[in-house]
């Protein structure tokens, strides 16, 4: 029946159930879990933070929150009351028991007075007693006096509930510090031990204040007394401490914190020294090193660390071990703690990042802004570190090494003496990160009205010279210190850095540097010289003149970049060979400091090879052209104009379209160049961004392409990214010279030697006068005698010739040699001037002007009268102005000089090189690749950016094609008289 029952009635309650399971797991899958978020500080002074709801929770009656904010306590006159639950209940202390016992759990009565936080108060020298022995609760409270005499010697204890026996100082016959013994800091000095005069002030030069410091009131006398008196080891640690507050700095006043210490550090100097160092007296701390003039050089760069660094190999040896023997303010011992992570790096960082300050080569630097507020939370006390380089050994024999600290907030006598040159340096040992505690006046408790933060904390490595076993002087740690006066806590924030950095001796190196450019300077003096005096030659003036000396000065600005570029490009190189590829530490890079001059090389060697750019450039837009038309008419009856009313027979006109063809594609050639620009930017991005080759120029000493973003990047070195950068972009731009020259020349396309086979074809020849008696002449006259055919008789031709069964296309009979460089006589350049001087009077005609009826003729009896003067010098026609053909000597050739001057008879040269593209871009890809590797490598300098650098490059390289494309042509069009209509 039981049975029965039960199921008739979960067979009742089965369909209700199975609604209501349903609703609520619907619901449960909607819900979303979302909390307010609350912190301690969030809480009201009635309320505390519940560390289980995380939310805040009002105290009960007569109750208030706890100072750690996760509790409450009962309010004042209030008594606890034991409860099984997680609150408290607080109850009224009776009448007649008024006061509340120390724990807070009972009431009791007073022998004496109460305290404002109704505790029982005994006078000076008793205890409280509240309990018996057995930890029953006395109806009334007692005041035992203590047993100040011997053979007690008892005070009362901190707490004030129990005696305990005096300071050691104090026990003569009671422990009452009488008169005229002095009391402080609960040590009872004899008199006359120190001045008590002494100057508890912290000064913040920066701010130019002196406060006074509520620490140093407290205990700059007592430590001071103690260590001189008693030798406490533990009062001279914190005098030491603060000295290193007050920035190790001496001044006239003998009682302040670095007085009082410098002068027990002297009365110490007939007791034996501490580890056999002279500057570290017993019972004292090592602060500094000592004030003789040169000691810091003799400290730092005296005797080598008796370890070796090494990159690579069975030996290598990367790791920098510090240690820190750490100290509280009070001059307590901590404990040795291994320098890494956050003991002397403010910055917030992970692990591995900080860690990568510690390997040696690479060059560390970290910065953030820190909060003050954050600061007054996390550092409520200063530490103190005494730095030590761990040299390793045995286990139990391991050896230390003292880093040396330079201060430079140091002063002495009012003056920064290590912001000085070495020799006036006062090096020290102690330091500490943030001081939050020397700013407080008046009370411990105030908020501090200045605090001082160790703002930049650099520790450098110099290598010694010559080293092949990676030895390194002893490392110094370079301090400065910021003072923050307190504003507003919530908004102010402060700058930190920590850096990391290697050195060595430059010397040698810049002696090299600057030989190699005297050298090579002077030499470039003389190249100069010789281009000047060639230039002389070829433009027929033997006189000095301003001209002369701005040509020499041009020439010799592109030399000197030369030498500049070499220079920087090799130094580059070797610093990226020869660092990143060593094994043992051998060499180390220039500080950033250090590259400025290298920096100062490359924007010369950019300055002066944009002159010489431009000055080829403005060569280039003004050189003398002119096309030579051979070509006849082919009858004489042909045509037929009005002359004088009466109709008269002329010959047929020749075809200008030859000239057109020719004008154009000589046009097209000024800007070829033997490499692809495109492709050069675009191979050089890929190389550097795509494949990592960047991560070579960062400042450690490995040659891994691709870094994780886990992983600390060091910055990069200027003269590493300048060498990777030029040598890289000159690479390129070599094997595409190779490839050009050597098979897209010979199996694809040669535009140079296309143009000149046109010219053969087009029968006409092209006189470049690039100087005033010198140039260039292609000989363009057809060995058929006409190109103005049809396409029959032309194909005929060709065939002819390709079968040899016609003349060769050389100027003098049976060669084939068509281009010349040519040095002409004053008195041909004169002719040629004169008729040039009418092409400029009239200049040419876009189209004719029906008020100037005369001009278009004028401009082409000028054309026709050129083209027959130069034809008829080609032919031999003028004895007075003839020529001869020759080839250059090897030594002329090398030098860029011809050392015959044209006197009676100009010369022509046989050039098999072509050299007429001299005029042309196409003969001066060295100065343009040189010019875009300078600029892709200065705008890099300048950005940090490969992609912006190569951007702008090619910007460049864009608008100086315009300029030269569009001066260009209209020099084609003034001096040839081809109509810029025709020219596409």
Known sequence: MATGTLRSAA?????????????????????????????????????????????????????????????????????????????????????????????????????????????????????LVERDVFGNLLEEARCEKCNGNTPASSVPNGNGDRCERCQVSFINASCECNPPNVQSGGLCFPPGSLSTNVKPSVNYAQLKLSIQSAWFVKNLYSSSAACLVFSNLTACQALGNMCVMNMHSFSGVSTDACGLFNTIFRSRAALSSTQDISYWRVNLPWLYYGDEPGLASRVLQTDPVPIGFSFRGKNKNTDIKLLAAVYNVRGEFLRWEKVGGGNLQLCPETTAKQAAAF????????????????????????????????????????????????????????????????????LSRRIFLVDTLSGREKSLSNPPKVIRVASSVTIRFQLVSQTQEGQVFPPLMTVTYTDVPITDINTQTVSTTFAVEYEMDQKEARMKTDTALGVLGGVAVLYSLLKTVSWKRRIASPLIDVETILKFLLFYAGDLANVFFAITVGTGLYWLIFYKAQQFVSVLLPLPAQEKQFVTYIGCAFSLKAMQFLHKLVLQVSVDVFFIDWERPQSKANRTVQASGEPKRDPSPVSIWRTYFVANEWNEIQTIRKISPTFQIMAVLFFLEVLGFSSLALRDPWSTLQRSSQEYTPSYSLMLR????????????????????????????????????????????????????????????????????????????????????????????????????????????????????????????????????????????????????????????HCDMDYIVKDKLMLERVIGMEFLEPSDKSIFYNDEAHSFSDVLFYGNEATLLIFDTLFFCVVDLGSQSFVLAAVLTYVQQMIFRLIRNTLGRKNLVNKTLVDKRFLI
């Open 11 to 127: 067979s009742r309650l089965k369909a209700p159930l199975t609604l209501f399971l349903s609703i609520n797991l619907h619901l449960l899958n909607c819900q979303q879990f979302i909390i307010q978020y609350k912190t301690p500080s969030d809480c009201s002074v009635e309320e505390y933070f519940d560390i289980s709801s995380l939310s805040c929770v009002r105290c009960g009656p007569n109750q208030r929150r706890s100072p750690t904010g996760l509790s409450c306590i009962c309010n004042t006159g209030y008594q606890t009351l034991p409860t099984d639950k997680a609150s408290i209940t607080c109850q009224r202390c009776p009448i007649d028991k008024p006061a509340v016992t120390k724990e807070g759990f009972g009431c009791i009565r007073c022998p004496g007075i109460l305290s404002d936080g109704r505790n029982c108060q005994c006078p000076t020298g008793n205890v």
């Open 359 to 426: 390997s040696f080569g690479t060059a560390f630097q970290q910065s953030c802004d820190l909060s003050i507020a954050e600061l007054l939370d996390t550092h409520p006390e200063p530490l103190f570190y005494d730095v030590f380089m761990d040299l390793g050994g045995e286990e139990m024999n391991t050896k230390l090494l003292p880093l040396p600290t330079l201060v430079l907030n140091q002063q002495y006598n009012g003056r920064y003496i290590n912001q000085e040159s070495m020799k006036n340096w006062y």
């Open 722 to 877: 300048y060498g990777l950068a030029a040598t890289l972009w000159l690479c390129i731009g070599l094997l595409q010279l190779i490839f050009f020259t050597v098979f897209y020349e010979h199996f694809v396309e040669d535009k140079i030697r296309q143009f000149v086979d046109l010219c053969s074809i087009s029968n006409i020849s092209v006189l470049l006068l690039s100087h005033r008696c010198f140039g260039y002449y292609i000989h363009g006259r057809s060995v058929h005698g006409h190109a103005d055919t049809n396409m029959e008789e032309m194909n005929n031709n060709l065939k002819r010739e390709g079968e040899s069964m016609c003349g060769q296309r050389g100027l003098l009979p049976n060669t084939d040699t068509q281009t010349f460089q040519v040095s002409i006589t004053n008195h041909l350049r004169e002719h040629y001037d004169r008729i040039r001087d009418q092409i400029s009077r009239n200049g040419p005609s876009r189209m004719i002007d029906a008020g100037l009826p005369n001009r278009f003729e004028q401009n082409t009896r000028a054309y026709h009268t050129m083209n027959h003067f130069l034809g008829s010098i080609v032919d031999h026609a």
